[in-house]
């Protein structure tokens, strides 16, 4: 039998980045279906997040992601541009966002066609990778076609349906905190949150335990 689990999952979030072809290499090795669900990062849903935060809270951050990049050996760069604009110094976040709309907006119209988890997989390598402009020229329709979609057509949804599919990711936001959580990336499996790039064995293990099988 099939199991299913959900993934609440942020393009802003490095921790999210670091998980996704974990988690995509989990549905290729086991029976298994993986619905990622994007939200909005925090800096959009709370904009004084980071402002009320500690103030060695950004800089543990920076150095934690680059070392669990390293020790899984997953290529790992500062966003350029940052699909969050944001004055790093200040840490107050700009009322235009030109970037986290659109590309959120782009991986729930992947999930409408369960593409979601490959399509924010490639993406967020572009974003997270080290690469420059991964909002620019064709390689974002390049990390769509990898995902098995074709960007123009997801850019017309996103164009002709802004809001009901706002509508869709804040409903994956409260699903995420009906299960008992509020950040990412989360994996939910029969209603158990996992938090964290770091849970990703504990969830495996709990499948298990419900019958989840090799491929």
Known sequence: MTLTADIFWSFRSPY???????????????????????????AIRQPDFFEKNHPSWLRYTFTDVFRVAQYLDIPFGFPNPDPIVQDIATRQIAAEQPYIYRITRLGQAAARVGKSLAFCDEASRLIWGGAKGWHEGDHLAEAAARAGLDLAAIEAVIEAEPDALDAEIAANQAALEA????????????????????????ALWRMEQKGLQLR
């Open 179 to 202: 299960a008992g959580h509020w950040g990412v990336p989360t994996l939910v499996f029969d209603g158990e949150p996992f938090f964290g790039q770091d849970r990703i064995d504990l």
């Open 16 to 42: 999210s980045y670091l998980a996704t072809r974990r988690y995509r290499a989990l549905m290729e090795a086991y029976d298994l279906t993986l619905n990622l669900r994007p939200v909005y990062p925090l």
